[in-house]
């Protein structure tokens, strides 16, 4: 719940900024908030895997540590917003992040901002891989789900660089769910047994990857990912860092260890959680708990008193 906390209280910092435009405002609030609130939670944590660093945004740094130093050592992945481009706008499916694994189980990825990705049901664990074609990894998740080909849903974040990918997605007979940010939600979403979302593939943050790790810890579903620099620097950054950039990474490899935690609250709608609303005298969050070391997945509804927040 101290995770819960920081979530939430990052989500409802953003809401002045929904829509407004300016989404280095609205991450800089989050940001704030979130800061504030961890710094309270009883653990030593370090962040492993910050946000902002790419886009020159506000951050929660890479090798800070946060928390009031009791407790356990952990490794720390936060997004204030994932999707701060999505609050600018006022469109859906922003959220605020935080995962946690014990110390020295998350891998530092810092060094490369990019990653391919394929992430699954528990049904892709053994047929999918980057290795092959997107047609084939379709036609062999649909069949090990049993289902026609054309009723699969694939999940891609809508750039300029999926262009084929997407065009590739469509002759292989499937369909698309183009996002326009946000792939966390939409990894969570692909590997959870109740949404349309088959499967999620393309290249996007490393961070993003990470992060998706430790929720899959949790819901059991599958991811692979491969880093991907877009240069020649920024590849020798990533090889002077130690990474192995064309290794093909499994979940355990990004996260290793059976003990992480993910936490997600909505700041404006979306498929994962609802973003958070005004109630008259109250503001509501809803968040959702992600537990590896029990498998549960929990949705914390939350009611605030407005006055403590205005």
Known sequence: MELVRATEAAAIRAVPFIGRGDKNAADKAAVDAMRAFLGTVNFDGLIVIGEGEKDEAPMLF??????????????????????????AAGRQNAVSVIAVSDRGTMLDASSIFYMDKIVTSAAGRGVVSLDQSIADNIRDLAQAM??????????????????????????????????LDGDVAGGI????????????????????????????????????????????????????????????????DMVSGDNTFFVATGVTDGGLVDGVRRKGPMIRTESIVLRSRSGTARRVIAEHLAEKWL
């Open 62 to 87: 890479n090798g800070e540590h946060v928390g009031n130093g009791r407790g356990p050592a952990c490794d720390i992945a936060v997004d204030p917003i994932d999707g701060t481009s999505l609050t």
């Open 146 to 179: 049993k289902k026609p080909v054309g009723e699969m849903t694939i999940a891609v974040l809508d750039r300029p660089r999926h262009a084929g990918l997407i065009d590739a997605i469509r002759s292989a007979g499937a369909g698309t769910r183009l996002m």
């Open 189 to 252: 979403n692909a590997a959870r047994y109740e949404t349309r979302i088959d499967m999620c593939v393309g290249i996007g943050g490393s961070p993003e990857g990470i992060t998706t790790a430790c929720a899959l810890k949790a819901l059991g579903g599958y991811m692979q990912g491969r880093l991907a620099p877009k240069d020649d620097a920024e590849r020798a950054r990533g090889v002077a860092a130690g990474l192995d950039i064309d290794k093909l990474l499994e979940v355990d």
